[in-house]
């Protein structure tokens, strides 16, 4: 454990990581985009870390769900952990030279790894990578992300896109939730033993697909 990033040690006895969004009261009543916070629990509920997205209202407004951003996360004790940045770049798969790329820092400064979307005509997949930019796991999403009253998951898979290992799930909360807060609830589901810096560029992989597919949607409606 000595040899983790610091505020990652308790990563290394999670297999399973939840992420809601908290409502802001001023989006909730007038949908007004606000800057968007997180709570980042275990499978008990329990809250391991917070999360702040920082960007301008010039980029909320015009460019949302392909917007830039930076996302800081904080473990309990207010310490930021974990950096995710993400450039304003494409999502069309007319341009596949400039489609996502995500970098997550941990601690802030040093470079954890990598989420880069690929390029399909009909499915969405990235890879994750690691500090080094070497591939280490694919996601792989469903052809339709809208979620009809159901879960939408997006399947964690080996290299070789065969075996799936765990997933990315954005949990329908129902009609209310949906309509009137377009909160976000994943969950993520990976190996226990999984290297933690990867287990943190899954959760920015996370904040990658909720803003890509579901920012501006009704989730399962």
């Known amino acids: 454990s000595h040899n983790l990033p610091p505020g990652l040690e308790y990563l290394n006895q999670l297999d399973q990581i939840i992420i809601h969004q908290q409502v802001e009261l001023l989006e909730a009543i007038l949908g007004t985009e606000t800057s968007s916070k997180y709570e980042i629990k275990n499978h008990l509920g329990q809250r391991v870390y917070f999360a702040v997205e920082e960007n301008g209202c010039f980029d909320r407004k015009l460019c949302s769900p392909i917007r830039s951003f930076t996302i ?3 473990d309990n004790a207010g310490r930021e952990v974990i950096r995710v940045i993400r450039p304003l770049r494409c999502t069309s798969c007319c341009f596949p030279c400039f489609l996502q790329e995500l970098e997550v820092q941990s601690p802030p ?10 390029w399909d005509p009909f499915l969405p997949k990235f890879t994750i990578q690691n500090q080094s930019k070497e591939d280490v796991l694919k996601i792989i999403g469903p052809y339709a992300t809208c979620g009809c009253f159901e879960d ?13 290992i765990g997933k ?24 226990v033993d999984l ?22 949607s009704l989730d399962g409606l």
């Open 152 to 164: 939408v998951d997006f399947e964690v898979k080996a290299l070789n896109e065969m075996t799936t």
């Open 72 to 74: 800081r996360i904080a």
């Open 168 to 191: 990315i799930s954005k949990y329908w909360s129902g009609f209310v939730n949906n309509v009137f807060t377009n909160t976000a609830n994943f969950g993520i589901e990976v190996p």
């Open 195 to 216: 290297d933690v810096r990867i287990k943190a560029v899954m959760i920015g992989a996370c904040f990658l697909i909720d803003l890509m597919f579901f920012e501006n």
């Open 109 to 118: 400064g040093t470079i954890a790894g990598y989420v880069v979307q690929n």
